[in-house]
C-alpha cells in the first residue's frame, strides 16, 4: 500500500533538498544511502584502530618503564642505560662527560660506567651564596645650561631630526627644561 504523502526533507548525506514519501526517509536516494553506509563503516573501522593503537602504546609506555625501574635498582649503570633515564640520546651522555658534568668510571674500551648516585646528582642545585647589596641613593643634579644638550647639539651628535627630537621619539632623552625659547635636554 503506498502513502500520499510528500514531506521536504535534508538528505543526511549530500545535504540536499528532497521530497520524501514516508516520515522516516533519510536520504534523497538509493545512491546517497549506500554512500553514507559506506562512510559509516569506514569511521567505525578507523575509530577501531584508533584505539587499538592507543591501547598499543600504553603497553609500549608500560614496558618502558618496567625497564627503566629495573634501570633504578641497577648500582652500576651503561651509557645507553643513562640515556633511557634520562630521556635523553646517548650523545648528550657523552657531552656530559666530557665536559666534566658526569663523573664516570672507564673500565676499557666501551666499558664505562655511571654510577646512579650521579645522576641523581645532576639535579642537584648547587648552594649559592649571595651577599645583601646596601642600597645607594643617587642625588639628583639639577638641570642647568652647563649639564644639558641643546637641539642642536643632539641633532648633530646622533645625526636625527629637530622633528624626532621634539616629538619625543628619540629615545636617549630623560628629561627636558626650556629657558628662554630653546629647549635643554637632560644629558644621559
Given amino acids: 500500500m503506498s502513502s500520499n504523502i510528500s514531506i521536504t ?15 522516516v526517509t533519510k536520504f534523497c536516494g538509493d545512491d546517497c544511502a549506500k554512500r553514507n553506509y559506506k562512510l559509516r563503516r569506514k569511521t567505525a573501522k578507523q575509530q577501531k584502530m584508533t584505539e587499538k593503537i592507543a591501547e598499543s602504546n600504553r603497553q609500549t609506555q608500560l614496558v618502558r618503564e618496567a625497564q627503566k625501574m629495573q634501570l633504578l635498582e641497577k648500582e652500576f649503570l651503561t651509557v645507553k642505560e643513562a640515556a633511557i633515564i634520562l630521556g635523553c640520546s646517548d650523545r648528550a651522555i657523552h657531552l656530559m662527560i ?81 629657558e628662554l625659547r630653546s629647549y635643554h635636554f637632560g644629558r644621559i
Fill in 98 to 178: 666530557i665536559s666534566g658534568r658526569l663523573p664516570v668510571i672507564n673500565l676499557g674500551v666501551r666499558k664505562t660506567r655511571i654510577l646512579r648516585t650521579e645522576l641523581q646528582r645532576l639535579f642537584e642545585l648547587p648552594e649559592r651564596r649571595v651577599k645583601p647589596v646596601e642600597k645607594v641613593e643617587l642625588e639628583e643634579e639639577p638641570l642647568t645650561k652647563a649639564n644639558c644638550y641643546t637641539v642642536e647639539e643632539i641633532t648633530c651628535s646622533w645625526g636625527v631630526t629637530r622633528d624626532s627630537v621634539y616629538s619625543g621619539e628619540f629615545g636617549a632623552i630623560t628629561t627636558t627644561f626650556r
Fill in 9 to 23: 526533507r535534508i538528505c543526511q548525506h549530500c545535504g540536499n533538498e528532497f521530497t520524501a514519501k514516508t516520515t
